[in-house]
């Protein structure tokens, strides 16, 4: 159980383009989900926290006009890098908080973003 | 605020020979630590996880015990094969959702 999918797993697109990623909790309902982002060789930071049926907590320095995200039902949230440039290239990681378990979450295998 | 430390890697070993891998912690109250695993071009997966003070994690070989009175959480494993070569993050949460990582530690096991 606790299955968190992510779609795509690739994606490359071009400067100015818009890119949506999906994250959906499989066999779970997730009220909180969140969005990581993961530079070569490095730690996860995290971008944001997604709460079902409302806004989104950006952490600081994360531009929320550009990563736009909905979690618009208990087990789908997105995120979209909107007018992307090439330093949005990254590995993008979402997780789910499973209501039924003591604040673990639980990771989706991530996307790799390329704009070129 | 909370914080975790990992060591600095790369951490490269034989194969058969024994890990450890040191993860301290400082929070207030009673964290709940987790060490999760990541292979090369893949997400996170849950390698073992302890709740509550001298709790022992483990799976697949590898074991944790949560002290309390040394804030650590050391990843360990007595044999290491060549296919656990990967990046390996402590962390902690604080009984909300949100995790604090480690840095992350990589390992290279040499046949």
């Known amino acids: 159980g606790a299955v968190v999918s992510q779609h795509p797993s690739r994606v490359i697109c071009k400067s100015g383009t818009s890119v949506k990623i999906e994250c959906r909790s499989l066999d779970f309902q997730a009220t909180t989900m969140f969005w990581y982002r993961q530079f070569p060789k490095q730690s996860l930071m995290l971008m944001a926290t997604s709460n079902e049926g409302s806004k989104a907590t950006y952490e600081q320095g994360v531009e929320k006009d550009k990563f736009l995200i909905n979690h618009a039902s208990l087990t789908l949230s997105t995120l979209t890098v909107t007018s992307a440039h090439p330093e949005d290239s990254s590995f993008y990681i979402c997780?789910?908080?499973?209501?039924?378990?003591?604040?673990?979450?639980?990771f989706g295998p991530g996307t790799r973003l390329t704009v070129t | 605020g909370d914080s975790v430390t990992q060591m600095e890697g790369p951490v490269t070993l034989s194969e058969e020979a024994f890990l450890t891998i040191n993860c301290t912690y400082t929070a207030t109250g009673y964290p709940s630590l987790f060490w999760y695993v990541q292979y090369p071009g893949e997400g996170l997966q849950l390698l073992l996880k302890a709740t509550k003070a001298d709790d022992k994690g483990s799976n697949k070989g590898f074991e944790a015990t949560y002290r309390k009175e040394t804030t650590s959480f050391h990843l360990e494993k007595g044999s290491v094969q060549v296919s656990d070569s990967a990046v390996y993050f402590c962390a902690l949460t604080g009984g909300t959702y949100k995790y604090i990582f480690g840095t992350g530690t990589r390992l290279k096991v040499l046949a």
């Open positions: 997780s789910a908080g499973d209501d039924r378990s003591s604040y673990e979450q639980y």
